[in-house]
Every structure is written in structure tokens, then in C-alpha cells.
């Protein structure tokens, strides 16, 4: 049965520069692409077809033309081709060039950029809040994830940490910090800390994976409940490198505190690009209206 985590918003905390509270307070490479970013494919590349009337009409045709371009031949963040080369090649007028794409930045497929041209949208990863690790949500969409470990120790939690897990302030716990890549490009960073009472020698497994089934299989601790405070800040210099934006672009902010049965095995905070990720939850009514 899928549980839903609960959301709130709070005051933010002092952070350190991993986006975790402070303790004194208490990639693979990317994915070659089939054209550089700033080269369109030429006409001679595009699919060979002839626009006639029927029962689409002409913008819709070449609509659908688009999208299997965006889909078999361009990455996201690649150059769509210019409006003359689509009117010759297709033998159609600009307004309904104009037309075809604006219906599909409309629909989020495109994206246009002043001065420079119209790209293959990011496609953002959606979140329906529900407990799935990153890799099972990357999996849901048709996404490869992958990640790269930044960091990875056996140290002294923050108090505020050694408390959510019950143990002596001191205590050594698992902390691991993973770059999150889904097809090669950033998503998130996770700055993950691991109750060592459940899991004490967390990192002698395949952490690039899934650290949710390594505790389900390897400790028998899956996750089961989960509360999330999402909150929104600011990328400093050295976020914005890994996740590729530019400093001070706004990032979601996750704080995930989780449980297994009523035990308290995990406390991460994920910081993900606004333009790949969204978060989406269901809104009922309360009896108190």
C-alpha cells in the first residue's frame, strides 16, 4: 500500500554548504547528444515527408513531424531547426511553422529562448509525494538514474541528526552525499545520513544504487514512513556547478526524515533543479470548511 508523506513548511534552519543543518546549531559523463546544443539538424536530416490537405490540418501534421524529431533525433536542451528550413522543407507557410511550435511550447515539448532559437524542453521528473527512492521515480518515467558519490564517511552526526535517531550525541552514523543523474544529467544532490545502529557497514554496498533496497534486503529495515518538509533556497557556487545552473537559481529544498517501522534510519536533504523536478500532491477538502 502506498503511504502518503505528510508536507509543512517551517522557518529554514541554519545549513552548512551541503544544505544540512550545521552540527555547532544543534557522473558519469553526460549523455553524448545527437547534436550539439547550439547546432539544429539541417534539412537533409530531418524525415522526408509530404504535408497535403486532408483531414489534419497543415500545422498538425507538422506538429507530429516535430515531435518525432524530439523524440528519435534531439536530446533536451538541442536546437529545434529554424523557421525557413521547416517552410522549405515541408512547403509551408511561417504562420503555420509559428503555429506547430507554438502549440508544442504550449505543451511544454519546446522551450524558446530570446535571441538564441527554440530547444527540446527538460522534461521535469514529477513527484506525487508518495515513499519511492529516486531511482524507482527515475525508473516510473523512463528515466536511467545514476549518481555520482561526492562523499561518503563514517563520522559524528549533528545533534539535531543524533536526535531524530535516538543515540549519544557522538555517536558515528553513515553519512553519504550523491550527485543524482537521470540520463546522464543532474537532477539533485542528496546529503544523506544513516542510522549506523540499523546499518553499520552501510557503505560496503553499491550505494550508487538505491540505498532504499540495500536497507530493505541487505538490513532488513525498509523505509515504511517518511514526514518531508519542503522549503525553497538558493544555489551557491558550488550546488550550482554540480547541478549545472547558475548561482543563486532557486532549488527545492527536501528535508526527508525516515522511518522504518518506528525505527528512525534515514535523514536526507535532496537539493533539485526547479526546471527537472515538481512535486504534485492530491488536495482533499476538510470536513472543518
Same mark, same amino acid.
Not at 18 to 46: C, H, I, Y
Not at 167 to 187: E, F, K, V, W
Given at each position: 500500500?502506498?503511504?502518503?508523506?505528510? %508536507?509543512?513548511?517551517?522557518?529554514?534552519?541554519?545549513?552548512? !554548504?551541503?544544505?544540512?543543518?550545521?552540527?555547532?546549531?544543534?557522473?558519469?559523463?553526460?549523455?553524448?547528444?545527437?547534436?550539439?546544443?547550439?547546432?539544429? @539538424?539541417?534539412?537533409?536530416?530531418?524525415?522526408?515527408?509530404?504535408?497535403?490537405?486532408?483531414?489534419? @490540418?497543415? #500545422?498538425? !501534421?507538422?506538429?507530429?513531424?516535430?515531435?518525432?524529431?524530439?523524440?528519435?533525433?534531439? !536530446?533536451?536542451?538541442?536546437?529545434?531547426?529554424?523557421?525557413?528550413?521547416?517552410?522549405?522543407?515541408?512547403?509551408?507557410?511561417?504562420?503555420?511553422?509559428?503555429?506547430?511550435?507554438?502549440?508544442?511550447?504550449?505543451?511544454?515539448?519546446?522551450?524558446?529562448?530570446?535571441?538564441?532559437?527554440?530547444?527540446?524542453? #527538460?522534461?521535469?521528473?514529477?513527484?506525487?509525494?508518495?515513499?519511492?527512492?529516486?531511482?524507482?521515480?527515475?525508473?516510473?518515467?523512463?528515466?536511467?538514474?545514476?549518481?555520482?558519490?561526492?562523499?561518503?564517511?563514517?563520522?559524528?552526526?549533528?545533534?539535531?541528526?543524533?536526535?531524530?535517531?535516538?543515540?549519544? $550525541?557522538? /555517536?558515528? #552514523?553513515?553519512?553519504?552525499?550523491?550527485?543524482?543523474?537521470?540520463?546522464?544529467?543532474?537532477?539533485?544532490?542528496?546529503?544523506?545520513?544513516?542510522?549506523?545502529?540499523?546499518?553499520?557497514?552501510?557503505?560496503?554496498?553499491?550505494?550508487?544504487?538505491? %540505498?532504499?533496497?540495500?536497507?530493505?534486503?541487505?538490513?532488513?529495515?525498509?523505509?515504511?514512513?517518511?514526514?518531508? /518538509?519542503?522549503?525553497?533556497?538558493?544555489?551557491?557556487?558550488?550546488?550550482? $556547478?554540480?547541478?549545472?545552473?547558475?548561482?543563486?537559481?532557486?532549488?527545492?529544498?527536501?528535508?526527508?526524515?525516515?522511518?522504518?517501522?518506528?525505527?528512525?534510519?534515514?535523514?536526507?536533504?535532496?537539493?533539485?533543479? /526547479?526546471?527537472?523536478?515538481?512535486?504534485?500532491?492530491?488536495?482533499?477538502?476538510?470536513?472543518?470548511?
Amino acid at each position: 500500500m502506498t503511504r502518503w508523506s505528510k %508536507v509543512k513548511t517551517m522557518p529554514n534552519k541554519p545549513l552548512n !554548504q551541503d544544505g544540512a543543518p550545521t552540527a555547532s546549531q544543534g557522473v558519469s559523463p553526460d549523455t553524448p547528444l545527437a547534436f550539439p546544443n547550439s547546432t539544429a @539538424p539541417t534539412a537533409e536530416e530531418l524525415p522526408d515527408r509530404v504535408l497535403v490537405e486532408g483531414v489534419k @490540418p497543415k #500545422h498538425q !501534421q507538422l506538429r507530429e513531424i516535430l515531435e518525432e524529431i524530439c523524440t528519435n533525433q534531439l !536530446q533536451p536542451g538541442d536546437m529545434l531547426p529554424g523557421e525557413r528550413i521547416l517552410e522549405e522543407k515541408y512547403g509551408v507557410s511561417r504562420i503555420t511553422v509559428r503555429r506547430a511550435i507554438g502549440d508544442l511550447v504550449a505543451s511544454g515539448r519546446l522551450k524558446r529562448a530570446r535571441g538564441k532559437g527554440t530547444f527540446v524542453a #527538460h522534461s521535469p521528473l514529477i513527484s506525487r509525494l508518495h515513499l519511492a527512492s529516486f531511482s524507482a521515480e527515475m525508473a516510473a518515467q523512463n528515466l536511467s538514474a545514476t549518481s555520482r558519490i561526492l562523499s561518503s564517511s563514517r563520522s559524528a552526526a549533528p545533534e539535531e541528526i543524533a536526535d531524530f535517531f535516538g543515540t549519544d $550525541r557522538g /555517536t558515528q #552514523h553513515i553519512t553519504l552525499r550523491r550527485l543524482r543523474l537521470g540520463n546522464g544529467r543532474p537532477y539533485a544532490i542528496d546529503h544523506g545520513w544513516y542510522n549506523s545502529t540499523y546499518a553499520p557497514d552501510l557503505l560496503e554496498n553499491d550505494v550508487y544504487n538505491s %540505498v532504499y533496497s540495500i536497507l530493505d534486503r541487505v538490513y532488513g529495515v525498509p523505509v515504511t514512513q517518511a514526514e518531508q /518538509t519542503v522549503t525553497a533556497v538558493a544555489a551557491d557556487e558550488d550546488t550550482a $556547478r554540480l547541478l549545472d545552473v547558475t548561482p543563486g537559481a532557486p532549488l527545492l529544498r527536501i528535508l526527508r526524515q525516515s522511518l522504518s517501522g518506528g525505527k528512525p534510519v534515514e535523514w536526507c536533504v535532496s537539493l533539485y533543479r /526547479t526546471d527537472r523536478y515538481s512535486l504534485k500532491t492530491l488536495v482533499t477538502r476538510s470536513e472543518d470548511l
